[in-house]
């Protein structure tokens, strides 16, 4: 199956830095790629997602990067704020032994300093 | 803004008792999935469901946990007895599809203690 490997596990930045998370995925036929932001104590939330077909995909401040040759993805968020820190997952979908299967990343806790 | 519903939000147990979750996906929403997240990790897959058909369970450990969605609508997950190493957070999401691809919302979670 899918294996999604997220790093660094904890970051921590300045108010108004760029904040980046990177991931990669096994199942080379993998076609799908959301990231979610989870506050402490709350539900994951989709952020960004990225499909197979698009290299790149901005949204205000966050951008997600897709490197399908080296089967990585990344998190950018630029001019970062305090309630951007929390924890962020990446995911995969993979196509190997059934669709839909969204396999996840560790996370990364994300803390915006002042 | 339609949500995904999950209760209890909070359930403390002993272990070997049995303990039920209950989950209400958004209208429509054909793909439903129950999640583990231990705290400190990623959300695992559990269970996912087609409509009232199980399309993936290859990491629910049958033993001691079931689930089911008899009418395609609200679904169940149950675990019986329950262990120490059960303690987690369950989170139940709902999908539709969308350009190919199923975009998942999550419900707040059920917050499971095993003493």
């Known amino acids: 199956g899918e294996n999604v490997e997220q790093h660094p596990s904890t970051l921590s930045v300045q108010e108004g830095d760029s904040a980046v998370i990177k991931c990669t995925y096994s199942?080379?036929?993998?076609?799908?790629f959301p990231w979610y932001k989870q506050e402490l104590g709350k539900r994951p939330q989709l952020i960004i997602d990225?499909?197979?077909?698009?290299g790149e995909k901005k949204d205000q401040r966050i951008a997600v990067t897709l490197n399908k040759t080296a089967k990585h993805f990344s998190l950018h968020i630029t001019e970062t704020q305090p309630e951007d820190s929390a924890v962020y997952f990446c995911a995969a979908r993979g196509v190997t032994g059934g669709g839909n299967k969204l396999t996840f990343g560790t996370g990364t806790q994300l803390k915006v300093e002042l | 803004e339609a949500e995904v519903a999950q209760s209890p939000r909070y359930k403390i147990t002993e272990k070997s008792q049995a303990v039920a979750f209950w989950c209400d996906p958004i209208s429509g929403h054909a793909t439903l999935y129950w999640y583990r997240q231990i705290l400190g990790q990623g959300p695992e897959l559990l269970v996912q469901f087609q409509d009232e058909s199980v399309v993936d369970d290859s990491q629910l450990p049958k033993d001691r946990f079931s689930a089911e969605r008899l009418k395609g609508v609200d679904s169940t997950l149950k675990i019986q007895p329950a262990e120490l190493g059960d303690s987690a957070m369950y989170l139940c999401?709902?999908?539709?599809?969308?350009?190919?691809?199923?975009?998942?919302?999550f419900g707040a979670g059920s917050r499971l203690t095993v003493l």
């Open positions: 990225i499909r197979s077909n698009v």
């Open positions: 999401a709902s999908s539709y599809r969308l350009s190919g691809a199923n975009v998942l919302t």
């Open positions: 199942d080379s036929a993998s076609n799908y």
